[in-house]
Nanobody, 125 residues
Framework: QVQLVESGGGLAQAGGSLRLSCKASGLTFGSYPMGWFRQAPGKEREFVAGINGSGVSTYYADSVKGRFTISRDNAKNTVYLQMNSLKPEDTAIYYC??????????????????WGQGTQVTVSS
């Protein structure tokens, strides 16, 4: 079955950096566009970044543009989220997700078919 396993979360100071990883198994990884979402306590899950199957096209929420970078290594079945210049408002559980439809949008959770269990990111001020 499909599994997505996130890692790399933790505690960072404001202005610091973290890199999240998401290792996929049970699917032909390069055929699946991927996304990162986050959910803070009491808030809805929100789109952070997306990347197409080849890694050529990337998409970002305005709140993270210029600070976060999504990338993928199809040989390693892994997608990454490099997070720089972290802010306290970036504190959330971060989830990676995979979607079957190659040409649909990236920013709606409903577009995604598979989800990881999430990894906590906490940014202190």
């Amino acid at each position: 079955q499909v599994q997505l396993v996130e890692s790399g979360g933790g505690l960072a100071q404001a202005g610091g950096s973290l890199r999240l990883s998401c290792k996929a198994s049970g699917l032909t990884f390069g055929s699946y566009p991927m996304g990162w979402f986050r959910q803070a306590p009491g808030k809805e899950r929100e789109f952070v970044a997306g990347i197409n199957g080849s890694g050529v096209s990337t998409y970002y929420a305005d709140s993270v543009k210029g600070r976060f970078t999504i990338s993928r290594d199809n040989a390693k079945n892994t997608v990454y989220l490099q997070m720089n210049s972290l802010k306290p408002e970036d504190t959330a559980i971060y989830y990676c997700a995979a979607k079957r439809r190659y040409y649909s949008g990236y920013d709606s959770p409903a577009e995604y078919n598979y989800w990881g269990q999430g990894t906590q990111v906490t940014v202190s001020s």
